[in-house]
Protein backbone atom coordinates (compact mmCIF):
# COMPACT_ATOMS: atom_id res chain seq x y z
CA UNK A 1 0.00 0.00 0.00
CA UNK A 2 2.67 2.59 1.11
CA UNK A 3 4.71 1.58 -2.32
CA UNK A 4 1.36 2.91 -4.28
CA UNK A 5 1.11 5.92 -2.27
CA UNK A 6 5.43 6.31 -2.97
CA UNK A 7 4.11 6.08 -6.81
CA UNK A 8 1.98 7.97 -6.87
CA UNK A 9 3.89 11.03 -5.05
CA UNK A 10 6.20 10.44 -7.71
CA UNK A 11 4.32 10.75 -10.23
CA UNK A 12 3.08 13.96 -8.67
CA UNK A 13 6.51 15.44 -8.37
CA UNK A 14 7.59 14.35 -11.40
CA UNK A 15 4.32 16.30 -13.36
CA UNK A 16 5.29 19.34 -11.13
CA UNK A 17 8.60 18.96 -12.39
CA UNK A 18 7.82 18.48 -15.79
CA UNK A 19 4.66 20.93 -16.12
CA UNK A 20 5.56 23.50 -18.94
CA UNK A 21 4.09 26.48 -16.60
CA UNK A 22 5.76 27.68 -13.71
CA UNK A 23 3.53 26.99 -10.79
CA UNK A 24 4.88 29.09 -7.56
CA UNK A 25 3.53 29.34 -4.08
CA UNK A 26 4.40 31.46 -1.87
CA UNK A 27 3.16 33.62 1.38
CA UNK A 28 1.28 36.42 1.71
CA UNK A 29 4.48 38.41 2.13
CA UNK A 30 5.91 37.41 -1.23
CA UNK A 31 8.24 34.82 0.09
CA UNK A 32 8.83 32.53 -2.23
CA UNK A 33 8.08 28.36 -0.39
CA UNK A 34 8.31 25.73 -3.24
CA UNK A 35 8.74 26.40 -7.00
CA UNK A 36 9.18 24.25 -10.35
CA UNK A 37 11.81 24.06 -12.45
CA UNK A 38 10.07 26.02 -14.84
CA UNK A 39 9.03 29.15 -12.67
CA UNK A 40 12.84 28.80 -11.89
CA UNK A 41 13.12 29.10 -15.59
CA UNK A 42 10.80 31.89 -16.16
CA UNK A 43 12.14 33.47 -13.27
CA UNK A 44 15.82 33.71 -13.30
CA UNK A 45 16.32 36.06 -16.23
CA UNK A 46 14.45 38.49 -14.16
CA UNK A 47 17.15 38.83 -11.45
CA UNK A 48 20.68 39.73 -12.10
CA UNK A 49 21.75 39.01 -8.32
CA UNK A 50 20.50 35.43 -8.52
CA UNK A 51 18.05 36.21 -5.38
CA UNK A 52 14.96 34.18 -5.77
CA UNK A 53 13.79 33.91 -2.20
CA UNK A 54 10.68 36.66 -2.65
CA UNK A 55 8.45 36.95 -5.89
CA UNK A 56 7.16 40.25 -5.67
CA UNK A 57 10.80 41.03 -5.07
CA UNK A 58 12.10 39.37 -8.54
CA UNK A 59 8.84 41.21 -9.84
CA UNK A 60 9.29 44.21 -8.66
CA UNK A 61 10.26 46.28 -11.47
CA UNK A 62 8.07 44.78 -14.00
CA UNK A 63 4.69 44.29 -11.77
CA UNK A 64 5.51 46.44 -8.63
CA UNK A 65 1.80 46.81 -8.33
CA UNK A 66 1.66 42.93 -7.17
CA UNK A 67 1.96 43.72 -3.19
CA UNK A 68 -0.95 46.18 -3.58
CA UNK A 69 -3.60 44.08 -5.58
CA UNK A 70 -3.00 41.56 -3.07
CA UNK A 71 -3.68 43.30 -0.13
CA UNK A 72 -6.54 44.54 -1.76
CA UNK A 73 -7.80 41.35 -2.50
CA UNK A 74 -10.54 41.27 0.52
CA UNK A 75 -12.20 37.77 -0.04
CA UNK A 76 -10.46 34.81 2.04
CA UNK A 77 -9.46 32.49 -1.12
CA UNK A 78 -9.65 33.41 -4.90
CA UNK A 79 -8.40 34.63 -8.16
CA UNK A 80 -6.35 37.58 -7.59
CA UNK A 81 -5.22 38.17 -11.20
CA UNK A 82 -5.57 35.96 -14.36
CA UNK A 83 -3.71 36.55 -18.04
CA UNK A 84 -1.95 39.40 -16.47
CA UNK A 85 0.02 40.63 -19.16
CA UNK A 86 4.07 41.05 -17.70
CA UNK A 87 6.31 42.95 -20.01
CA UNK A 88 9.61 41.87 -19.51
CA UNK A 89 11.79 42.24 -22.64
CA UNK A 90 14.20 44.07 -21.10
CA UNK A 91 15.90 40.73 -19.96
CA UNK A 92 17.80 40.82 -22.61
CA UNK A 93 20.71 39.41 -21.95
CA UNK A 94 19.35 36.17 -21.79
CA UNK A 95 18.99 34.85 -25.37
CA UNK A 96 16.04 32.44 -24.59
CA UNK A 97 14.15 35.19 -21.84
CA UNK A 98 10.62 35.26 -23.01
CA UNK A 99 10.12 38.64 -23.50
CA UNK A 100 6.68 38.71 -22.39
CA UNK A 101 4.70 36.36 -19.68
CA UNK A 102 1.18 35.81 -18.29
CA UNK A 103 0.56 35.72 -14.45
CA UNK A 104 -1.95 34.10 -12.69
CA UNK A 105 -2.45 34.60 -9.24
CA UNK A 106 -4.75 32.38 -6.84
CA UNK A 107 -4.99 33.16 -2.77
CA UNK A 108 -5.43 29.99 -1.34
CA UNK A 109 -6.06 31.07 2.30
CA UNK A 110 -4.90 33.46 4.42
CA UNK A 111 -1.55 33.36 4.46
CA UNK A 112 -0.64 31.69 1.06
CA UNK A 113 -0.40 32.28 -2.87
CA UNK A 114 0.15 30.39 -5.69
CA UNK A 115 1.32 31.98 -8.87
CA UNK A 116 1.20 30.34 -12.25
CA UNK A 117 3.77 31.62 -14.50
CA UNK A 118 3.70 31.27 -18.54
CA UNK A 119 5.52 32.26 -21.42
CA UNK A 120 3.26 34.50 -23.63
CA UNK A 121 6.01 35.43 -25.98
CA UNK A 122 3.87 33.12 -29.04
CA UNK A 123 1.06 34.23 -27.50
CA UNK A 124 1.60 38.21 -28.14
CA UNK A 125 3.55 37.37 -31.98
CA UNK A 126 0.38 35.36 -32.98
CA UNK A 127 -2.13 38.21 -31.07
CA UNK A 128 0.01 40.83 -33.53
CA UNK A 129 0.38 39.33 -36.70
CA UNK A 130 -3.68 38.38 -36.67
CA UNK A 131 -3.97 42.02 -35.85
CA UNK A 132 -1.91 43.13 -38.42
CA UNK A 133 -3.42 40.71 -40.78
CA UNK A 134 -7.17 42.32 -40.01
CA UNK A 135 -5.41 45.41 -41.19
CA UNK A 136 -5.33 43.90 -44.22
CA UNK A 137 -8.25 42.26 -44.78
CA UNK A 138 -11.29 43.78 -46.25
CA UNK A 139 -14.12 43.31 -43.40
CA UNK A 140 -16.90 43.24 -46.11
CA UNK A 141 -15.63 40.90 -48.47
CA UNK A 142 -12.49 39.10 -46.44
CA UNK A 143 -10.38 39.82 -49.09
CA UNK A 144 -6.94 41.41 -48.68
CA UNK A 145 -7.50 45.63 -48.65
CA UNK A 146 -5.34 47.92 -50.36
CA UNK A 147 -2.65 47.78 -47.58
CA UNK A 148 -2.76 43.79 -48.46
CA UNK A 149 -2.93 44.08 -52.11
CA UNK A 150 0.51 46.70 -51.62
CA UNK A 151 1.77 44.37 -49.53
CA UNK A 152 1.86 41.42 -51.90
CA UNK A 153 2.36 42.90 -54.74
CA UNK A 154 6.09 43.83 -53.13
CA UNK A 155 6.26 40.38 -52.55
CA UNK A 156 5.50 39.28 -56.11
CA UNK A 157 7.41 42.25 -57.29
CA UNK A 158 10.68 41.49 -55.69
CA UNK A 159 10.60 37.80 -56.08
CA UNK A 160 13.80 37.14 -58.53
CA UNK A 161 12.37 35.54 -61.90
CA UNK A 162 15.02 35.91 -63.56
CA UNK A 163 16.12 32.60 -63.53
CA UNK A 164 12.23 30.52 -63.52
CA UNK A 165 11.68 33.49 -66.42
CA UNK A 166 8.27 33.35 -65.46
CA UNK A 167 5.76 36.21 -65.35
CA UNK A 168 3.59 38.29 -62.92
CA UNK A 169 0.94 40.50 -64.18
CA UNK A 170 -1.92 42.39 -61.90
CA UNK A 171 -5.48 43.00 -63.15
CA UNK A 172 -7.23 45.84 -62.00
CA UNK A 173 -11.51 45.93 -62.07
CA UNK A 174 -13.58 48.50 -61.63
CA UNK A 175 -17.29 47.74 -61.82
CA UNK A 176 -19.11 50.49 -64.71
CA UNK A 177 -21.83 52.40 -63.12
CA UNK A 178 -21.89 50.95 -59.81
CA UNK A 179 -22.62 54.24 -58.25
CA UNK A 180 -25.97 53.69 -59.87
CA UNK A 181 -26.20 50.90 -57.84
CA UNK A 182 -26.04 52.64 -54.76
CA UNK A 183 -28.02 55.87 -55.55
CA UNK A 184 -30.91 53.64 -57.14
CA UNK A 185 -31.25 50.19 -54.70
CA UNK A 186 -28.55 52.19 -51.55
CA UNK A 187 -25.62 51.45 -49.73
CA UNK A 188 -26.97 48.59 -48.02
CA UNK A 189 -28.00 47.04 -51.57
CA UNK A 190 -24.35 48.40 -52.82
CA UNK A 191 -23.01 46.60 -49.97
CA UNK A 192 -24.66 42.68 -50.77
CA UNK A 193 -23.36 43.26 -54.44
CA UNK A 194 -20.03 44.28 -53.32
CA UNK A 195 -19.55 41.55 -51.18
CA UNK A 196 -21.18 39.05 -54.07
CA UNK A 197 -18.61 39.96 -56.54
CA UNK A 198 -15.70 39.55 -54.19
CA UNK A 199 -17.17 35.93 -53.38
CA UNK A 200 -17.44 35.37 -57.08
CA UNK A 201 -14.02 36.65 -57.57
CA UNK A 202 -12.40 33.97 -54.92
CA UNK A 203 -14.10 31.76 -56.29
CA UNK A 204 -13.09 32.20 -60.04
CA UNK A 205 -9.56 32.51 -58.91
CA UNK A 206 -7.15 29.83 -58.41
CA UNK A 207 -5.26 29.95 -55.26
CA UNK A 208 -1.50 29.44 -54.81
CA UNK A 209 0.08 25.99 -55.07
CA UNK A 210 -0.90 24.03 -58.00
CA UNK A 211 -0.59 25.31 -61.63
CA UNK A 212 -4.28 25.43 -63.49
CA UNK A 213 -5.14 24.83 -67.18
CA UNK A 214 -3.11 27.61 -67.83
CA UNK A 215 0.09 26.82 -66.20
CA UNK A 216 -0.30 29.80 -63.41
CA UNK A 217 0.02 29.17 -60.38
CA UNK A 218 -1.74 31.63 -58.04
CA UNK A 219 -4.21 33.96 -58.73
CA UNK A 220 -5.02 35.89 -55.53
CA UNK A 221 -8.36 37.90 -55.10
CA UNK A 222 -7.86 41.09 -53.47
CA UNK A 223 -10.48 44.22 -53.13
CA UNK A 224 -8.91 47.75 -53.10
CA UNK A 225 -11.98 49.12 -51.61
CA UNK A 226 -15.24 50.57 -53.13
CA UNK A 227 -16.02 49.12 -56.06
CA UNK A 228 -12.74 48.16 -57.25
CA UNK A 229 -11.02 44.77 -57.14
CA UNK A 230 -7.58 43.40 -58.16
CA UNK A 231 -6.37 39.68 -59.39
CA UNK A 232 -2.59 39.10 -58.87
CA UNK A 233 -1.17 36.03 -61.20
CA UNK A 234 1.84 34.83 -59.85
CA UNK A 235 4.06 32.42 -61.99
CA UNK A 236 2.84 32.78 -65.67
CA UNK A 237 4.27 30.90 -67.84
CA UNK A 238 4.09 33.71 -70.62
CA UNK A 239 2.23 37.26 -70.68
CA UNK A 240 -0.42 36.07 -73.21
CA UNK A 241 -2.14 34.04 -70.43
CA UNK A 242 -2.77 36.91 -69.01
CA UNK A 243 -5.81 38.02 -71.21
CA UNK A 244 -7.33 34.88 -70.60
CA UNK A 245 -7.72 35.01 -67.34
CA UNK A 246 -8.46 38.44 -68.10
CA UNK A 247 -11.53 37.24 -70.25
CA UNK A 248 -12.72 34.36 -67.83
CA UNK A 249 -12.86 37.30 -65.39
CA UNK A 250 -14.92 39.31 -67.21
CA UNK A 251 -17.54 36.87 -68.60
CA UNK A 252 -17.61 35.56 -65.00
CA UNK A 253 -18.43 38.87 -63.37
CA UNK A 254 -20.66 39.84 -66.07
CA UNK A 255 -23.38 37.04 -64.85
CA UNK A 256 -25.76 38.33 -63.26
CA UNK A 257 -26.25 39.05 -59.29
CA UNK A 258 -29.05 37.68 -57.20
CA UNK A 259 -29.69 40.36 -54.32
CA UNK A 260 -33.21 39.85 -52.36
CA UNK A 261 -35.72 39.24 -55.02
CA UNK A 262 -34.46 41.41 -58.00
CA UNK A 263 -31.29 40.64 -60.40
CA UNK A 264 -28.51 42.63 -61.07
CA UNK A 265 -26.46 42.71 -64.17
CA UNK A 266 -22.99 44.77 -63.58
CA UNK A 267 -20.35 45.25 -65.59
CA UNK A 268 -16.76 46.14 -64.91
CA UNK A 269 -13.86 47.02 -66.86
CA UNK A 270 -10.28 45.43 -66.36
CA UNK A 271 -7.49 47.65 -66.33
CA UNK A 272 -3.91 44.97 -66.44
CA UNK A 273 -0.35 45.13 -66.39
CA UNK A 274 2.08 42.61 -66.68
CA UNK A 275 5.25 43.09 -64.62
CA UNK A 276 8.87 42.80 -66.42
CA UNK A 277 11.99 42.32 -64.79
CA UNK A 278 12.80 46.10 -64.79
CA UNK A 279 9.05 47.18 -63.03
CA UNK A 280 9.48 46.37 -59.72
CA UNK A 281 8.13 49.07 -57.68
CA UNK A 282 4.13 47.83 -56.75
CA UNK A 283 2.81 51.36 -56.35
CA UNK A 284 3.90 52.06 -59.91
CA UNK A 285 1.59 48.58 -61.03
CA UNK A 286 -0.84 49.67 -59.02
CA UNK A 287 -0.93 53.64 -60.75
CA UNK A 288 -0.14 51.64 -64.60
CA UNK A 289 -3.24 48.90 -63.58
CA UNK A 290 -5.46 52.53 -62.88
CA UNK A 291 -4.32 54.11 -66.00
CA UNK A 292 -5.34 51.16 -68.40
CA UNK A 293 -8.53 50.83 -66.48
CA UNK A 294 -9.43 54.48 -66.68
CA UNK A 295 -8.89 53.83 -70.59
CA UNK A 296 -11.43 50.97 -70.39
CA UNK A 297 -14.21 53.08 -68.45
CA UNK A 298 -13.94 56.33 -71.08
CA UNK A 299 -14.02 53.47 -74.28
CA UNK A 300 -17.55 52.84 -73.04
CA UNK A 301 -16.78 50.42 -69.82
CA UNK A 302 -16.98 46.42 -69.95
CA UNK A 303 -13.98 45.72 -71.60
CA UNK A 304 -10.03 44.47 -71.23
CA UNK A 305 -7.31 46.96 -71.59
CA UNK A 306 -3.81 46.41 -71.50
CA UNK A 307 -1.24 49.06 -70.15
CA UNK A 308 0.96 50.83 -72.45
CA UNK A 309 3.42 53.41 -71.76
CA UNK A 310 2.08 55.67 -74.10
CA UNK A 311 -1.08 55.52 -71.43
CA UNK A 312 1.25 56.78 -68.68
CA UNK A 313 2.22 60.36 -70.72
CA UNK A 314 -1.44 60.70 -71.59
CA UNK A 315 -2.60 60.07 -68.41
CA UNK A 316 0.24 62.72 -66.80
CA UNK A 317 -1.07 65.08 -69.84
CA UNK A 318 -4.31 64.97 -68.95
CA UNK A 319 -3.24 65.87 -65.05
CA UNK A 320 -1.92 68.89 -66.41
CA UNK A 321 -4.87 69.41 -68.75
CA UNK A 322 -7.00 69.49 -65.85
CA UNK A 323 -5.14 71.69 -63.54
CA UNK A 324 -4.95 73.99 -66.29
CA UNK A 325 -8.64 73.52 -67.16
CA UNK A 326 -9.34 74.67 -63.40
CA UNK A 327 -7.39 77.24 -63.73
CA UNK A 328 -8.90 78.82 -66.65
CA UNK A 329 -12.59 78.14 -65.27
CA UNK A 330 -11.68 80.09 -62.20
CA UNK A 331 -10.46 83.19 -64.46
CA UNK A 332 -13.10 82.69 -66.78
CA UNK A 333 -11.35 81.88 -69.94
CA UNK A 334 -13.11 79.93 -71.78
CA UNK A 335 -15.80 81.48 -74.31
CA UNK A 336 -17.88 80.66 -76.93
CA UNK A 337 -18.11 80.25 -80.43
CA UNK A 338 -21.37 79.91 -82.21
CA UNK A 339 -21.91 77.93 -85.44
CA UNK A 340 -24.99 78.52 -88.28
CA UNK A 341 -27.76 76.56 -88.47
CA UNK A 342 -29.24 76.77 -91.42
CA UNK A 343 -32.71 76.38 -92.76
CA UNK A 344 -31.98 74.32 -96.19
CA UNK A 345 -34.67 75.40 -99.46
CA UNK A 346 -35.05 74.49 -102.53
CA UNK A 347 -32.53 74.96 -105.26
CA UNK A 348 -29.63 75.24 -103.00
CA UNK A 349 -30.74 78.18 -101.38
CA UNK A 350 -30.48 78.74 -97.45
CA UNK A 351 -32.06 80.27 -94.77
CA UNK A 352 -28.83 81.76 -92.76
CA UNK A 353 -30.74 83.01 -89.38
CA UNK A 354 -32.72 79.89 -88.72
CA UNK A 355 -30.03 79.15 -85.48
CA UNK A 356 -26.59 79.25 -84.16
CA UNK A 357 -25.05 76.60 -82.15
CA UNK A 358 -23.26 77.14 -79.49
CA UNK A 359 -19.66 75.41 -78.70
CA UNK A 360 -17.58 76.45 -76.12
CA UNK A 361 -13.72 76.81 -76.65
CA UNK A 362 -10.67 77.33 -74.41
CA UNK A 363 -7.44 79.12 -75.78
CA UNK A 364 -4.67 77.48 -73.61
CA UNK A 365 -1.49 79.99 -73.22
CA UNK A 366 0.88 77.52 -74.58
CA UNK A 367 -1.76 74.65 -76.35
CA UNK A 368 -3.76 77.02 -78.18
CA UNK A 369 -7.35 76.22 -78.74
CA UNK A 370 -7.64 72.85 -77.21
CA UNK A 371 -11.36 71.62 -78.44
CA UNK A 372 -14.10 70.47 -76.37
CA UNK A 373 -13.60 66.84 -77.50
CA UNK A 374 -10.48 67.09 -75.48
CA UNK A 375 -11.31 68.86 -72.46
CA UNK A 376 -15.06 68.07 -71.89
CA UNK A 377 -14.45 64.22 -70.66
CA UNK A 378 -12.09 65.80 -67.92
CA UNK A 379 -14.82 68.44 -67.22
CA UNK A 380 -17.09 65.57 -67.09
CA UNK A 381 -14.46 63.74 -64.29
CA UNK A 382 -13.86 66.62 -61.94
CA UNK A 383 -16.86 67.49 -61.82
CA UNK A 384 -16.05 71.11 -63.57
CA UNK A 385 -18.72 70.89 -66.04
CA UNK A 386 -21.28 71.69 -63.80
CA UNK A 387 -19.26 75.00 -63.66
CA UNK A 388 -18.94 75.16 -67.38
CA UNK A 389 -21.92 74.29 -68.71
CA UNK A 390 -23.50 77.01 -66.39
CA UNK A 391 -21.01 79.76 -68.00
CA UNK A 392 -21.87 78.49 -71.65
CA UNK A 393 -25.23 79.03 -71.17
CA UNK A 394 -25.19 81.69 -69.49
CA UNK A 395 -22.85 83.76 -72.07
CA UNK A 396 -25.11 82.31 -75.33
CA UNK A 397 -28.15 83.36 -73.77
CA UNK A 398 -26.39 87.04 -72.81
CA UNK A 399 -24.83 87.21 -76.65
CA UNK A 400 -28.47 85.53 -78.80
CA UNK A 401 -30.84 88.59 -76.69
CA UNK A 402 -27.97 91.21 -77.74
CA UNK A 403 -28.41 89.82 -81.30
CA UNK A 404 -32.32 90.50 -81.28
CA UNK A 405 -31.40 93.83 -79.92
CA UNK A 406 -28.83 94.59 -82.61
CA UNK A 407 -30.38 92.89 -85.50
CA UNK A 408 -34.06 92.53 -85.40
CA UNK A 409 -35.72 90.48 -87.75
CA UNK A 410 -32.39 89.78 -89.35
CA UNK A 411 -30.76 87.79 -85.64
CA UNK A 412 -30.96 83.79 -85.66
CA UNK A 413 -33.79 82.61 -84.38
CA UNK A 414 -32.68 79.94 -82.04
CA UNK A 415 -29.92 78.75 -80.09
CA UNK A 416 -28.71 75.48 -79.58
CA UNK A 417 -26.70 74.81 -76.51
CA UNK A 418 -25.01 71.21 -75.60
CA UNK A 419 -26.10 69.58 -72.32
CA UNK A 420 -23.44 67.13 -70.85
CA UNK A 421 -24.42 63.33 -69.40
CA UNK A 422 -23.25 65.47 -65.72
CA UNK A 423 -25.16 68.27 -66.22
CA UNK A 424 -28.57 66.01 -66.84
CA UNK A 425 -27.65 64.33 -63.79
CA UNK A 426 -27.82 67.39 -61.60
CA UNK A 427 -30.61 67.36 -59.34
CA UNK A 428 -31.80 70.89 -59.66
CA UNK A 429 -30.28 71.57 -63.58
CA UNK A 430 -34.11 72.82 -64.21
CA UNK A 431 -33.59 75.58 -61.72
CA UNK A 432 -30.79 76.13 -63.27
CA UNK A 433 -31.65 76.65 -66.45
CA UNK A 434 -34.88 78.81 -65.88
CA UNK A 435 -32.28 81.03 -63.34
CA UNK A 436 -30.36 81.84 -66.16
CA UNK A 437 -33.37 82.45 -68.71
CA UNK A 438 -34.56 85.24 -66.49
CA UNK A 439 -31.34 86.94 -65.73
CA UNK A 440 -30.48 87.07 -69.70
CA UNK A 441 -34.20 87.86 -70.90
CA UNK A 442 -33.39 84.51 -73.00
CA UNK A 443 -37.17 83.71 -74.22
CA UNK A 444 -37.68 80.06 -73.47
CA UNK A 445 -38.92 79.09 -76.68
CA UNK A 446 -36.09 80.03 -79.12
CA UNK A 447 -33.86 78.39 -76.55
CA UNK A 448 -32.37 74.37 -77.57
CA UNK A 449 -31.02 71.95 -75.56
CA UNK A 450 -28.52 69.23 -77.10
CA UNK A 451 -28.51 65.80 -75.67
CA UNK A 452 -26.59 63.11 -77.16
CA UNK A 453 -28.44 60.17 -78.27
CA UNK A 454 -26.66 57.90 -76.63
CA UNK A 455 -27.27 59.58 -72.84
CA UNK A 456 -31.57 60.16 -73.91
CA UNK A 457 -31.47 56.21 -74.44
CA UNK A 458 -30.17 55.86 -70.90
CA UNK A 459 -33.28 55.36 -67.74
CA UNK A 460 -36.16 56.49 -65.87
CA UNK A 461 -34.20 59.67 -63.97
CA UNK A 462 -33.19 61.00 -67.51
CA UNK A 463 -36.83 61.09 -68.88
CA UNK A 464 -37.56 62.83 -66.03
CA UNK A 465 -35.15 65.77 -66.46
CA UNK A 466 -36.26 65.95 -70.19
CA UNK A 467 -40.19 66.58 -69.14
CA UNK A 468 -38.49 68.72 -66.55
CA UNK A 469 -36.31 70.66 -69.44
CA UNK A 470 -39.79 70.34 -71.70
CA UNK A 471 -42.07 72.13 -68.83
CA UNK A 472 -40.03 75.50 -68.69
CA UNK A 473 -41.07 75.90 -72.89
CA UNK A 474 -37.47 74.80 -73.84
CA UNK A 475 -36.62 72.93 -77.23
CA UNK A 476 -34.92 69.69 -76.85
CA UNK A 477 -32.34 68.13 -79.58
CA UNK A 478 -30.61 64.29 -80.06
CA UNK A 479 -27.33 65.06 -80.80
CA UNK A 480 -25.13 62.72 -83.17
CA UNK A 481 -28.17 60.54 -84.12
CA UNK A 482 -26.98 57.55 -85.52
CA UNK A 483 -23.80 56.79 -83.09
CA UNK A 484 -25.39 55.76 -79.68
CA UNK A 485 -27.77 52.64 -79.28
CA UNK A 486 -31.35 54.29 -79.72
CA UNK A 487 -32.78 53.00 -82.99
CA UNK A 488 -35.64 54.75 -85.08
CA UNK A 489 -38.08 52.06 -83.02
CA UNK A 490 -37.78 53.79 -79.68
CA UNK A 491 -37.29 57.51 -81.18
CA UNK A 492 -41.45 57.93 -79.66
CA UNK A 493 -40.10 57.28 -76.06
CA UNK A 494 -38.06 60.76 -76.07
CA UNK A 495 -39.89 64.32 -75.64
CA UNK A 496 -37.54 65.89 -78.05
CA UNK A 497 -38.26 68.32 -80.55
CA UNK A 498 -35.68 67.59 -82.91
CA UNK A 499 -33.20 65.19 -84.33
CA UNK A 500 -29.26 65.99 -85.81
CA UNK A 501 -28.44 63.47 -87.76
CA UNK A 502 -24.64 62.77 -86.90
CA UNK A 503 -22.05 64.23 -89.54
CA UNK A 504 -20.29 60.61 -90.07
CA UNK A 505 -23.39 59.80 -91.72
CA UNK A 506 -24.07 62.77 -93.89
CA UNK A 507 -20.27 62.96 -94.83
CA UNK A 508 -21.36 59.37 -96.28
CA UNK A 509 -24.31 60.29 -97.82
CA UNK A 510 -23.34 61.63 -101.48
CA UNK A 511 -21.52 58.40 -102.29
CA UNK A 512 -23.28 55.78 -99.97
CA UNK A 513 -26.79 54.49 -101.16
CA UNK A 514 -26.77 52.92 -97.54
CA UNK A 515 -26.45 56.00 -95.62
CA UNK A 516 -28.66 57.92 -98.27
CA UNK A 517 -31.57 55.48 -97.07
CA UNK A 518 -30.47 56.01 -93.27
CA UNK A 519 -31.27 59.67 -93.43
CA UNK A 520 -34.20 59.05 -95.27
CA UNK A 521 -35.36 56.64 -92.94
CA UNK A 522 -34.32 58.98 -90.01
CA UNK A 523 -36.04 61.87 -91.68
CA UNK A 524 -39.60 60.46 -92.35
CA UNK A 525 -39.49 58.46 -88.77
CA UNK A 526 -38.92 61.80 -87.21
CA UNK A 527 -41.89 63.67 -89.38
CA UNK A 528 -44.32 61.22 -88.53
CA UNK A 529 -43.69 61.77 -84.51
CA UNK A 530 -43.60 65.39 -85.47
CA UNK A 531 -39.66 66.34 -84.94
CA UNK A 532 -37.97 68.41 -86.89
CA UNK A 533 -34.06 67.46 -88.70
CA UNK A 534 -30.59 68.78 -88.93
CA UNK A 535 -28.20 67.36 -90.77
CA UNK A 536 -24.33 67.78 -88.95
CA UNK A 537 -21.05 68.77 -90.83
CA UNK A 538 -22.31 69.27 -94.21
CA UNK A 539 -19.21 70.05 -95.91
CA UNK A 540 -19.83 69.76 -99.78
CA UNK A 541 -22.93 70.91 -101.72
CA UNK A 542 -23.25 67.23 -102.76
CA UNK A 543 -23.98 66.50 -99.01
CA UNK A 544 -26.17 69.46 -98.95
CA UNK A 545 -28.28 68.53 -102.21
CA UNK A 546 -28.61 64.60 -100.71
CA UNK A 547 -29.94 65.88 -96.86
CA UNK A 548 -32.44 68.43 -98.79
CA UNK A 549 -33.92 65.38 -101.16
CA UNK A 550 -34.22 63.36 -98.37
CA UNK A 551 -36.15 66.03 -96.85
CA UNK A 552 -33.58 67.22 -94.15
CA UNK A 553 -34.80 70.72 -92.44
CA UNK A 554 -31.83 72.36 -91.41
CA UNK A 555 -27.99 71.72 -92.15
CA UNK A 556 -25.05 72.82 -90.08
CA UNK A 557 -21.66 72.60 -91.24
CA UNK A 558 -18.63 74.13 -92.95
CA UNK A 559 -20.28 74.53 -96.26
CA UNK A 560 -21.76 77.21 -95.01
CA UNK A 561 -19.49 78.37 -92.16
CA UNK A 562 -17.23 77.08 -89.44
CA UNK A 563 -17.95 78.16 -85.85
CA UNK A 564 -17.43 81.82 -85.33
CA UNK A 565 -16.84 84.43 -82.52
CA UNK A 566 -20.12 86.77 -82.02
CA UNK A 567 -19.22 89.80 -84.10
CA UNK A 568 -17.92 87.03 -87.03
CA UNK A 569 -21.01 85.69 -87.20
CA UNK A 570 -22.83 89.14 -87.24
CA UNK A 571 -20.49 89.79 -89.86
CA UNK A 572 -21.18 86.36 -91.84
CA UNK A 573 -24.63 87.12 -91.04
CA UNK A 574 -24.45 90.38 -92.86
CA UNK A 575 -22.87 88.88 -95.98
CA UNK A 576 -25.39 86.11 -96.46
CA UNK A 577 -28.63 86.69 -99.36
CA UNK A 578 -32.00 87.28 -98.01
CA UNK A 579 -33.76 84.36 -98.51
CA UNK A 580 -36.01 84.74 -101.57
P1 LIG B 1 -21.72 68.63 -81.51
O1 LIG B 1 -22.66 69.19 -80.52
O2 LIG B 1 -22.22 67.58 -82.41
O3 LIG B 1 -21.16 69.85 -82.34
C1 LIG B 1 -20.83 69.80 -83.68
C2 LIG B 1 -19.37 69.61 -83.85
O4 LIG B 1 -19.10 69.36 -85.20
C3 LIG B 1 -18.55 70.86 -83.51
O5 LIG B 1 -17.29 70.43 -83.03
C4 LIG B 1 -18.41 71.51 -84.84
O6 LIG B 1 -17.29 72.39 -84.92
C5 LIG B 1 -18.20 70.32 -85.70
N1 LIG B 1 -18.57 70.58 -87.09
C6 LIG B 1 -19.56 71.35 -87.56
N2 LIG B 1 -19.60 71.33 -88.89
C7 LIG B 1 -18.62 70.51 -89.31
C8 LIG B 1 -18.16 70.07 -90.59
O7 LIG B 1 -18.67 70.45 -91.63
N3 LIG B 1 -17.12 69.21 -90.60
C9 LIG B 1 -16.52 68.79 -89.48
N4 LIG B 1 -15.50 67.97 -89.57
N5 LIG B 1 -16.92 69.17 -88.25
C10 LIG B 1 -17.97 70.03 -88.16
P2 LIG B 1 -16.67 70.99 -81.73
O8 LIG B 1 -16.96 72.42 -81.53
O9 LIG B 1 -15.27 70.54 -81.71
O10 LIG B 1 -17.48 70.23 -80.63
C11 LIG B 1 -17.42 68.87 -80.54
C12 LIG B 1 -18.40 68.35 -79.56
O11 LIG B 1 -18.08 68.81 -78.26
C13 LIG B 1 -19.82 68.83 -79.79
O12 LIG B 1 -20.43 68.04 -80.76
C14 LIG B 1 -20.42 68.66 -78.46
O13 LIG B 1 -20.81 67.33 -78.25
C15 LIG B 1 -19.26 68.96 -77.54
N6 LIG B 1 -19.39 70.36 -77.08
C16 LIG B 1 -19.02 71.49 -77.70
N7 LIG B 1 -19.34 72.55 -76.95
C17 LIG B 1 -19.94 72.07 -75.83
C18 LIG B 1 -20.50 72.67 -74.66
O14 LIG B 1 -20.57 73.90 -74.50
N8 LIG B 1 -21.01 71.83 -73.73
C19 LIG B 1 -21.00 70.48 -73.90
N9 LIG B 1 -21.52 69.73 -72.93
N10 LIG B 1 -20.48 69.90 -74.98
C20 LIG B 1 -19.96 70.68 -75.95
MG1 LIG C 1 -24.54 69.73 -80.51
MG1 LIG D 1 -23.47 66.56 -83.06
Given at each position: ?????D??????????????V?????Q??????I????A???L????????M????H?????????????????????V??E???????????????????????????????MA???D?????????????????????????????T????R??????????????????L??D???QV??????????????????????T?????R??????????????G??E???LL??L??????????A?????????????????A???????????A?????????R???????????Q????????????R????L?????????????????????????????????D???????L??????????????????????????H???E?????????????Q?Q??????????????????????L?D???????????????????I??????????I???????????????????????S?L?????????????????????????????????T?????????????????????????????????Q????S???????????????????
Open positions: MSGDILAYEALIQFLYRAPALIQLRDGAIELNPMARLMPLTPDGDDNFFVLRRHAPDLPQRCADFGAPQGICGLRISVDDAGSHAEAPAVLSLGLLKLDDNRLVLLATQEVVREQTMLARAAQVDTLTQLPNRAGLLLLKMAARERAASGDHCALLLNLRFKNDTLGNAVGNQVLALVGERLRTVRSGGAGADGVTAETATHLGDFAVDGPAPAVVERIARLLERLGQPYRVGNQELLTCSLGMVVLDGSRDADNLLDAAIAMTVAKSGGHRIVMFEQAMDQALRSSLEADLRTAVERAELFNVYQPVVGLMDGGRIPAAGVEAVRWRHPVRGLVSPIEFIGVAEATGMIAIGQVLAAACRDFVAWRLGAQAPRLLAVNLSRAQLAESDCKVAAILTASGMPAAQLQLETESLAAQGADQHQLLGLKRLGVKLALDDFGTGYSSSLHLLPVDTVKIDRSFVSLAASSAHHKVLIEAVLVARSLGMNTVAEGIETIEQANVAHAQGCDKGGYLYRPLESADLLRWLATQPAPG
